[in-house]
T-cell receptor, first 111, second 116 residues
Framework: AQSVAQPEDQVNVAEGNPLTVKCTYS??????LFWYVQYPNRGLQFLLK??????LVKGSYGFEAEFNKSQTSFHLKKPSALVSDSALYFC?????????FGKGNQVVVIP | DVKVTQSSRYLVKRTGEKVFLECVQD?????MFWYRQDPGLGLRLIYF???????EKGDIPEGYSVSREKKERFSLILESASTNQTSMYLC???????????????FGPGTRLTVT
């Protein structure tokens, strides 16, 4: 069985501060991990993925994520948050030809 | 760029009506998916299809059926809509070719369905 967990419902951060959105995974075998973002009344947009290779993955809009095997984590990060980063963020893992999504994290960037 | 389109952004139907939600992708993707999204529950997979005329149940298939007659089109059918099917419905597609699969899914804009 594969699953991901996003332990926080909402993350509040001041504009210009570092942003971290947490995700832990539980998968058998090598994990394939993803981050998506959803802006209000829109579908999900792909941000980045980890399949293999470097533990630090760079993605769209200045986001990056760090794969940590010992902590079974794949946290999403951005060095300096923008108000326009306010959105819903989903972590996902791949297995059996499908993605399993976390429940999502609402990020609020305060001007 | 991959484009996934859904037939309606907003839909209001009455209890007991038959509802069709259409999804079309233009990137020749093998896999297509239907999810529903509810606050606090994230995305839950209803059905997916990895080829024309093929379908697999997801986590919550009850009350839904699907049809995939052409590679680019995947339809979700609510045979008799109920109020507990009021939700946001998202369609997605992904590439699945031997040696070329990329695993990430591309999503349409969603259909917000209200059943009264």
């Amino acid at each position: 069985a594969q699953s991901v967990a996003q332990p926080e419902d909402q993350v509040n951060v001041a504009e210009g501060n570092p942003l971290t959105v947490k995700c832990t995974y539980s998968v058998s075998g090598n994990p394939y991990l993803f981050w998506y973002v959803q802006y209000p009344n829109r579908g999900l947009q792909f941000l980045l993925k980890y399949i293999t290779g470097d533990n630090l993955v760079k993605g769209s809009y200045g986001f990056e994520a760090e794969f940590n095997k010992s902590q079974t984590s794949f946290h999403l990060k951005k060095p300096s948050a923008l108000v326009s980063d306010s959105a819903l963020y989903f972590c996902a893992s791949y297995g059996n030809n499908r993605l399993a999504f976390g429940k999502g994290n609402q990020v609020v960037v305060i001007p | 760029d991959v484009k996934v389109t859904q037939s309606s952004r907003y839909l209001v139907k009455r209890t007991g009506e038959k509802v069709f939600l259409e999804c079309v992708q233009d990137m020749d993707h093998e896999n297509m998916f239907w999810y529903r999204q509810d606050p606090g529950l994230g995305l839950r997979l209803i059905y997916f299809s990895y080829d024309v005329k093929m379908k697999e149940k997801g986590d919550i298939p009850e009350g839904y059926s699907v049809s995939r007659e052409k590679k680019e089109r995947f339809s979700l059918i609510l045979e008799s809509a109920s109020t507990n099917q009021t939700s946001m419905y998202l369609c997605a597609s992904s590439l699945n070719k031997m040696g070329a699969s990329t695993y990430e899914q591309y999503f349409g804009p969603g259909t917000r369905l209200t059943v009264t």
